[in-house]
């Protein structure tokens, strides 16, 4: 391994050196010229030795301290027999040789739905491996269908993928989902913006039979999650929660106390004609005092009404007890 000594002695940084004692074990390149016709996508000869050679900097080296960089597991890129960087960015031989002055260097793979690399061609790269992670689900999934890439949600050369942690993951998400960032501010919201939750305590990423990419089949079994006091069964039910928690929340955020989609006496009234309802003469005009706010009682549908959710109570048909 001429390289590894050659770079120990230019002083290079110790995780170099460790990264290539790892991976002492060149790239077996079992793949190149099996069929003559076709000119087949030339592999480097030495793996990452050969890449090295021009990219050597700390964030491509990051790569090592990632769970891709396990010379002990065969699935690995680093694994015995696999082709190291090249499991990713494709066959390279063409890119890492030698390049004629004002020719353009042949490309590798690169990753993100910006990069110039088709999606579709860099996805099937970790696809390749990852079809138990992403297989079924993932095609048709609307972040498929958008042409959203692995890489716009993963990062690669860390040693931590900031998507896969609750504190950081939403921040990923964010890149793209402005709206949710926007209601995620609001003061009543689920708790992501101080990372003690993440997007994916309700979305499955990649993709599921439910709508909107939830992780349950429904938004109610997706609450329910943590949730689990809310889902019943009632003796009497309020049939908008058994329906849809949505009916009243906004999960992503809201500007109304318990993350409700409007303050109280209007949300409840959305649906409930005030004309119907027996304590009517309760309002603000059948107070002694007389005092003109006819919203004085109603802001309070709850101080009556305090089961919105359902009740277990015999007599707790109106929800009250
Ligand atoms: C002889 C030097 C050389 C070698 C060897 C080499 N590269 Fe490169 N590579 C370059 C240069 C120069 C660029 C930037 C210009 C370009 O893309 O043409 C580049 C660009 C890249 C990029 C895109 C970077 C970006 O900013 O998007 C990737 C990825 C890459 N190389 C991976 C590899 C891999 C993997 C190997 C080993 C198989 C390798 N390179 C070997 C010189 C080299
Ligand atoms: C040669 C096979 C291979 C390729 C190609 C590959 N992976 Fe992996 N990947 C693995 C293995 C093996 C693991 C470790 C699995 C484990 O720890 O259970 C892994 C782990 C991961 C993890 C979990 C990391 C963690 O910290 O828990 C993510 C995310 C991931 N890969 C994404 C990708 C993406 C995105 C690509 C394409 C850019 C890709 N992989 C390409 C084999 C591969
Ligand atoms: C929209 C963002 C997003 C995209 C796009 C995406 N992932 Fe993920 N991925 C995630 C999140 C979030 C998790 C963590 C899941 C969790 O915590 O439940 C994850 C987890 C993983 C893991 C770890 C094992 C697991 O299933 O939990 C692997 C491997 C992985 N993704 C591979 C891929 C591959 C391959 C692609 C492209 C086909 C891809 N991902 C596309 C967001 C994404
Ligand atoms: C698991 C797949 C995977 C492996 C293995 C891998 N890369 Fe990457 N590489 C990526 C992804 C994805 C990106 C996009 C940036 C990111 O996710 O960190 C990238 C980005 C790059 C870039 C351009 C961006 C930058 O940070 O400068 C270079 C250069 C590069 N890789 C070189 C390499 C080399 C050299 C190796 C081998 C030592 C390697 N890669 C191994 C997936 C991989
Ligand atoms: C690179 C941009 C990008 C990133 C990053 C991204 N998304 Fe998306 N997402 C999209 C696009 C594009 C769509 C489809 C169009 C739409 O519904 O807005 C989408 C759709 C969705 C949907 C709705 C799907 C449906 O079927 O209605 C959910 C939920 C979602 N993303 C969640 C997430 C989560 C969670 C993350 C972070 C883990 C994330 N996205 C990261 C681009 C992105
Ligand atoms: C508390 C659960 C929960 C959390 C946390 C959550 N979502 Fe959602 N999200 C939902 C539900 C439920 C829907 C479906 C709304 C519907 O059916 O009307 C949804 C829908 C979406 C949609 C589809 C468009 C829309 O608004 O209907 C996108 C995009 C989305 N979520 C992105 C995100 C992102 C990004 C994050 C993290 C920043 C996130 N969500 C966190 C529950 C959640
Ligand atoms: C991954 C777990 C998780 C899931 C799934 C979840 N929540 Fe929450 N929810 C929380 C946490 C954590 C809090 C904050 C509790 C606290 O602050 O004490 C919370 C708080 C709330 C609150 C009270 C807010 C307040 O200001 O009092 C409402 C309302 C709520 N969630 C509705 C929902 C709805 C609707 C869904 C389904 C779309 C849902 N949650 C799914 C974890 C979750
Ligand atoms: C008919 C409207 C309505 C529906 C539908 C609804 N809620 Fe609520 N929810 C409320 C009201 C009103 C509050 C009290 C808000 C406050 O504290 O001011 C509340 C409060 C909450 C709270 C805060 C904790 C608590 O006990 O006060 C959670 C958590 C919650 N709801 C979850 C859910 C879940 C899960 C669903 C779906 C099963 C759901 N809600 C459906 C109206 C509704
Ligand atoms: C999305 C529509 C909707 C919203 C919003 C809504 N409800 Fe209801 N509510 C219903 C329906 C539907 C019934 C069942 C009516 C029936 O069985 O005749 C019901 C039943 C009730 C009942 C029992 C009525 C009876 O005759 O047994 C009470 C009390 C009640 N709601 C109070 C509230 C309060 C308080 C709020 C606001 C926190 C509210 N509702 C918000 C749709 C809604
Ligand atoms: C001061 C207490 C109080 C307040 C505040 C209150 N209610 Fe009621 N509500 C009652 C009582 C008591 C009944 C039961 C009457 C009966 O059993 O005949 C009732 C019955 C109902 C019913 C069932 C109607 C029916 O025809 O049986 C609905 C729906 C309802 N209330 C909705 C609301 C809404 C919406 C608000 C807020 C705008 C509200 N209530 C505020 C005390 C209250």
């Known amino acids: 391994m001429s390289a590894t000594t050659e770079r120990r002695r230019r002083g290079g940084p110790l995780l170099l050196a460790i990264a290539?004692?790892?991976?002492?074990?060149?790239?077996?390149?079992?793949?190149?010229?099996?069929?003559?016709?076709?000119?087949?996508p030339k592999y480097s000869r030495k793996g990452a030795d050969t890449c090295f050679q021009c990219h050597d900097d700390q964030?491509?080296?990051?790569?090592?301290?990632?769970?891709?960089?396990?010379?002990?597991?065969?699935?690995?890129?680093?694994?015995?027999?696999?082709?190291?960087?090249?499991?990713?960015?494709?066959?390279?031989?063409d890119?890492?040789?030698?390049v004629r002055r004002g020719q353009e260097r042949p490309p590798v793979v690169r990753f993100g739905s910006d990069s110039g690399t088709p999606v579709a061609e860099q996805n099937a790269y970790c696809v390749d491996c990852h079809l138990a992670n992403t297989g079924f689900a993932w095609h048709?999934?609307?972040?498929?269908?958008?042409?959203?890439?692995?890489?716009?949600?993963?990062t690669s050369h860390s040693e931590r993928d900031p998507v896969l942690a609750i504190a950081t993951q939403a921040e990923v998400c964010f890149d793209c989902h402005q709206q949710q960032r926007t209601q995620s501010m609001?003061?009543?919201?689920?708790?992501?913006?101080?990372?003690?939750?993440?997007?994916?305590?309700?979305?499955?990423?990649?993709?599921?039979?439910?709508?909107?990419?939830?992780?349950r089949q429904t938004n109610n079994d997706t609450c329910f999650d943590c949730h689990a006091e809310m889902r019943g069964p009632y003796l009497w039910e309020h049939a908008p929660a058994a329906e849809d928690c949505g009916n009243c929340h906004d999960p992503h955020g809201s500007n109304y106390p318990g993350m409700l989609s409007m303050r109280a006496p209007m949300l409840c009234q959305s649906c409930?004609?005030?004309?119907?309802?027996?304590?009517?003469?309760?309002?603000?005009?059948?107070?002694?005092?007389?005092?003109?706010?006819?919203?004085?009682?109603?802001?309070?549908?709850?101080?009556?009404?305090?089961?919105?959710?359902?009740?277990?109570?015999?007599?707790g048909s109106k929800l009250m007890r």
């Open 59 to 93: 964030a491509v080296l990051a790569v090592f301290r990632s769970k891709h960089a396990m010379p002990s597991d065969p699935d690995s890129p680093f694994g015995h027999g696999q082709l190291q960087c090249e499991s990713c960015h494709g066959p390279g031989g």
């Open 186 to 215: 609001k003061p009543y919201a689920h708790p992501l913006r101080h990372g003690k939750m993440a997007c994916s305590g309700c979305h499955d990423t990649h993709g599921d039979t439910a709508d909107s990419l939830l992780a």
């Open 95 to 98: 890119h890492a040789g030698r």
């Open 140 to 154: 048709g999934s609307g972040h498929d269908e958008n042409t959203v890439a692995c890489a716009d949600c993963h």
């Open 272 to 315: 409930h004609s005030q004309a119907g309802h027996p304590s009517l003469p309760q309002d603000a005009r059948g107070l002694p005092s007389g005092t003109p706010s006819q919203f004085l009682l109603g802001q309070t549908c709850m101080n009556c009404h305090d089961q919105v959710h359902g009740s277990n109570h015999p007599s």
């Open 20 to 40: 290539l004692a790892a991976i002492a074990t060149p790239a077996v390149v079992s793949s190149q010229g099996t069929d003559e016709t076709a000119e087949p």
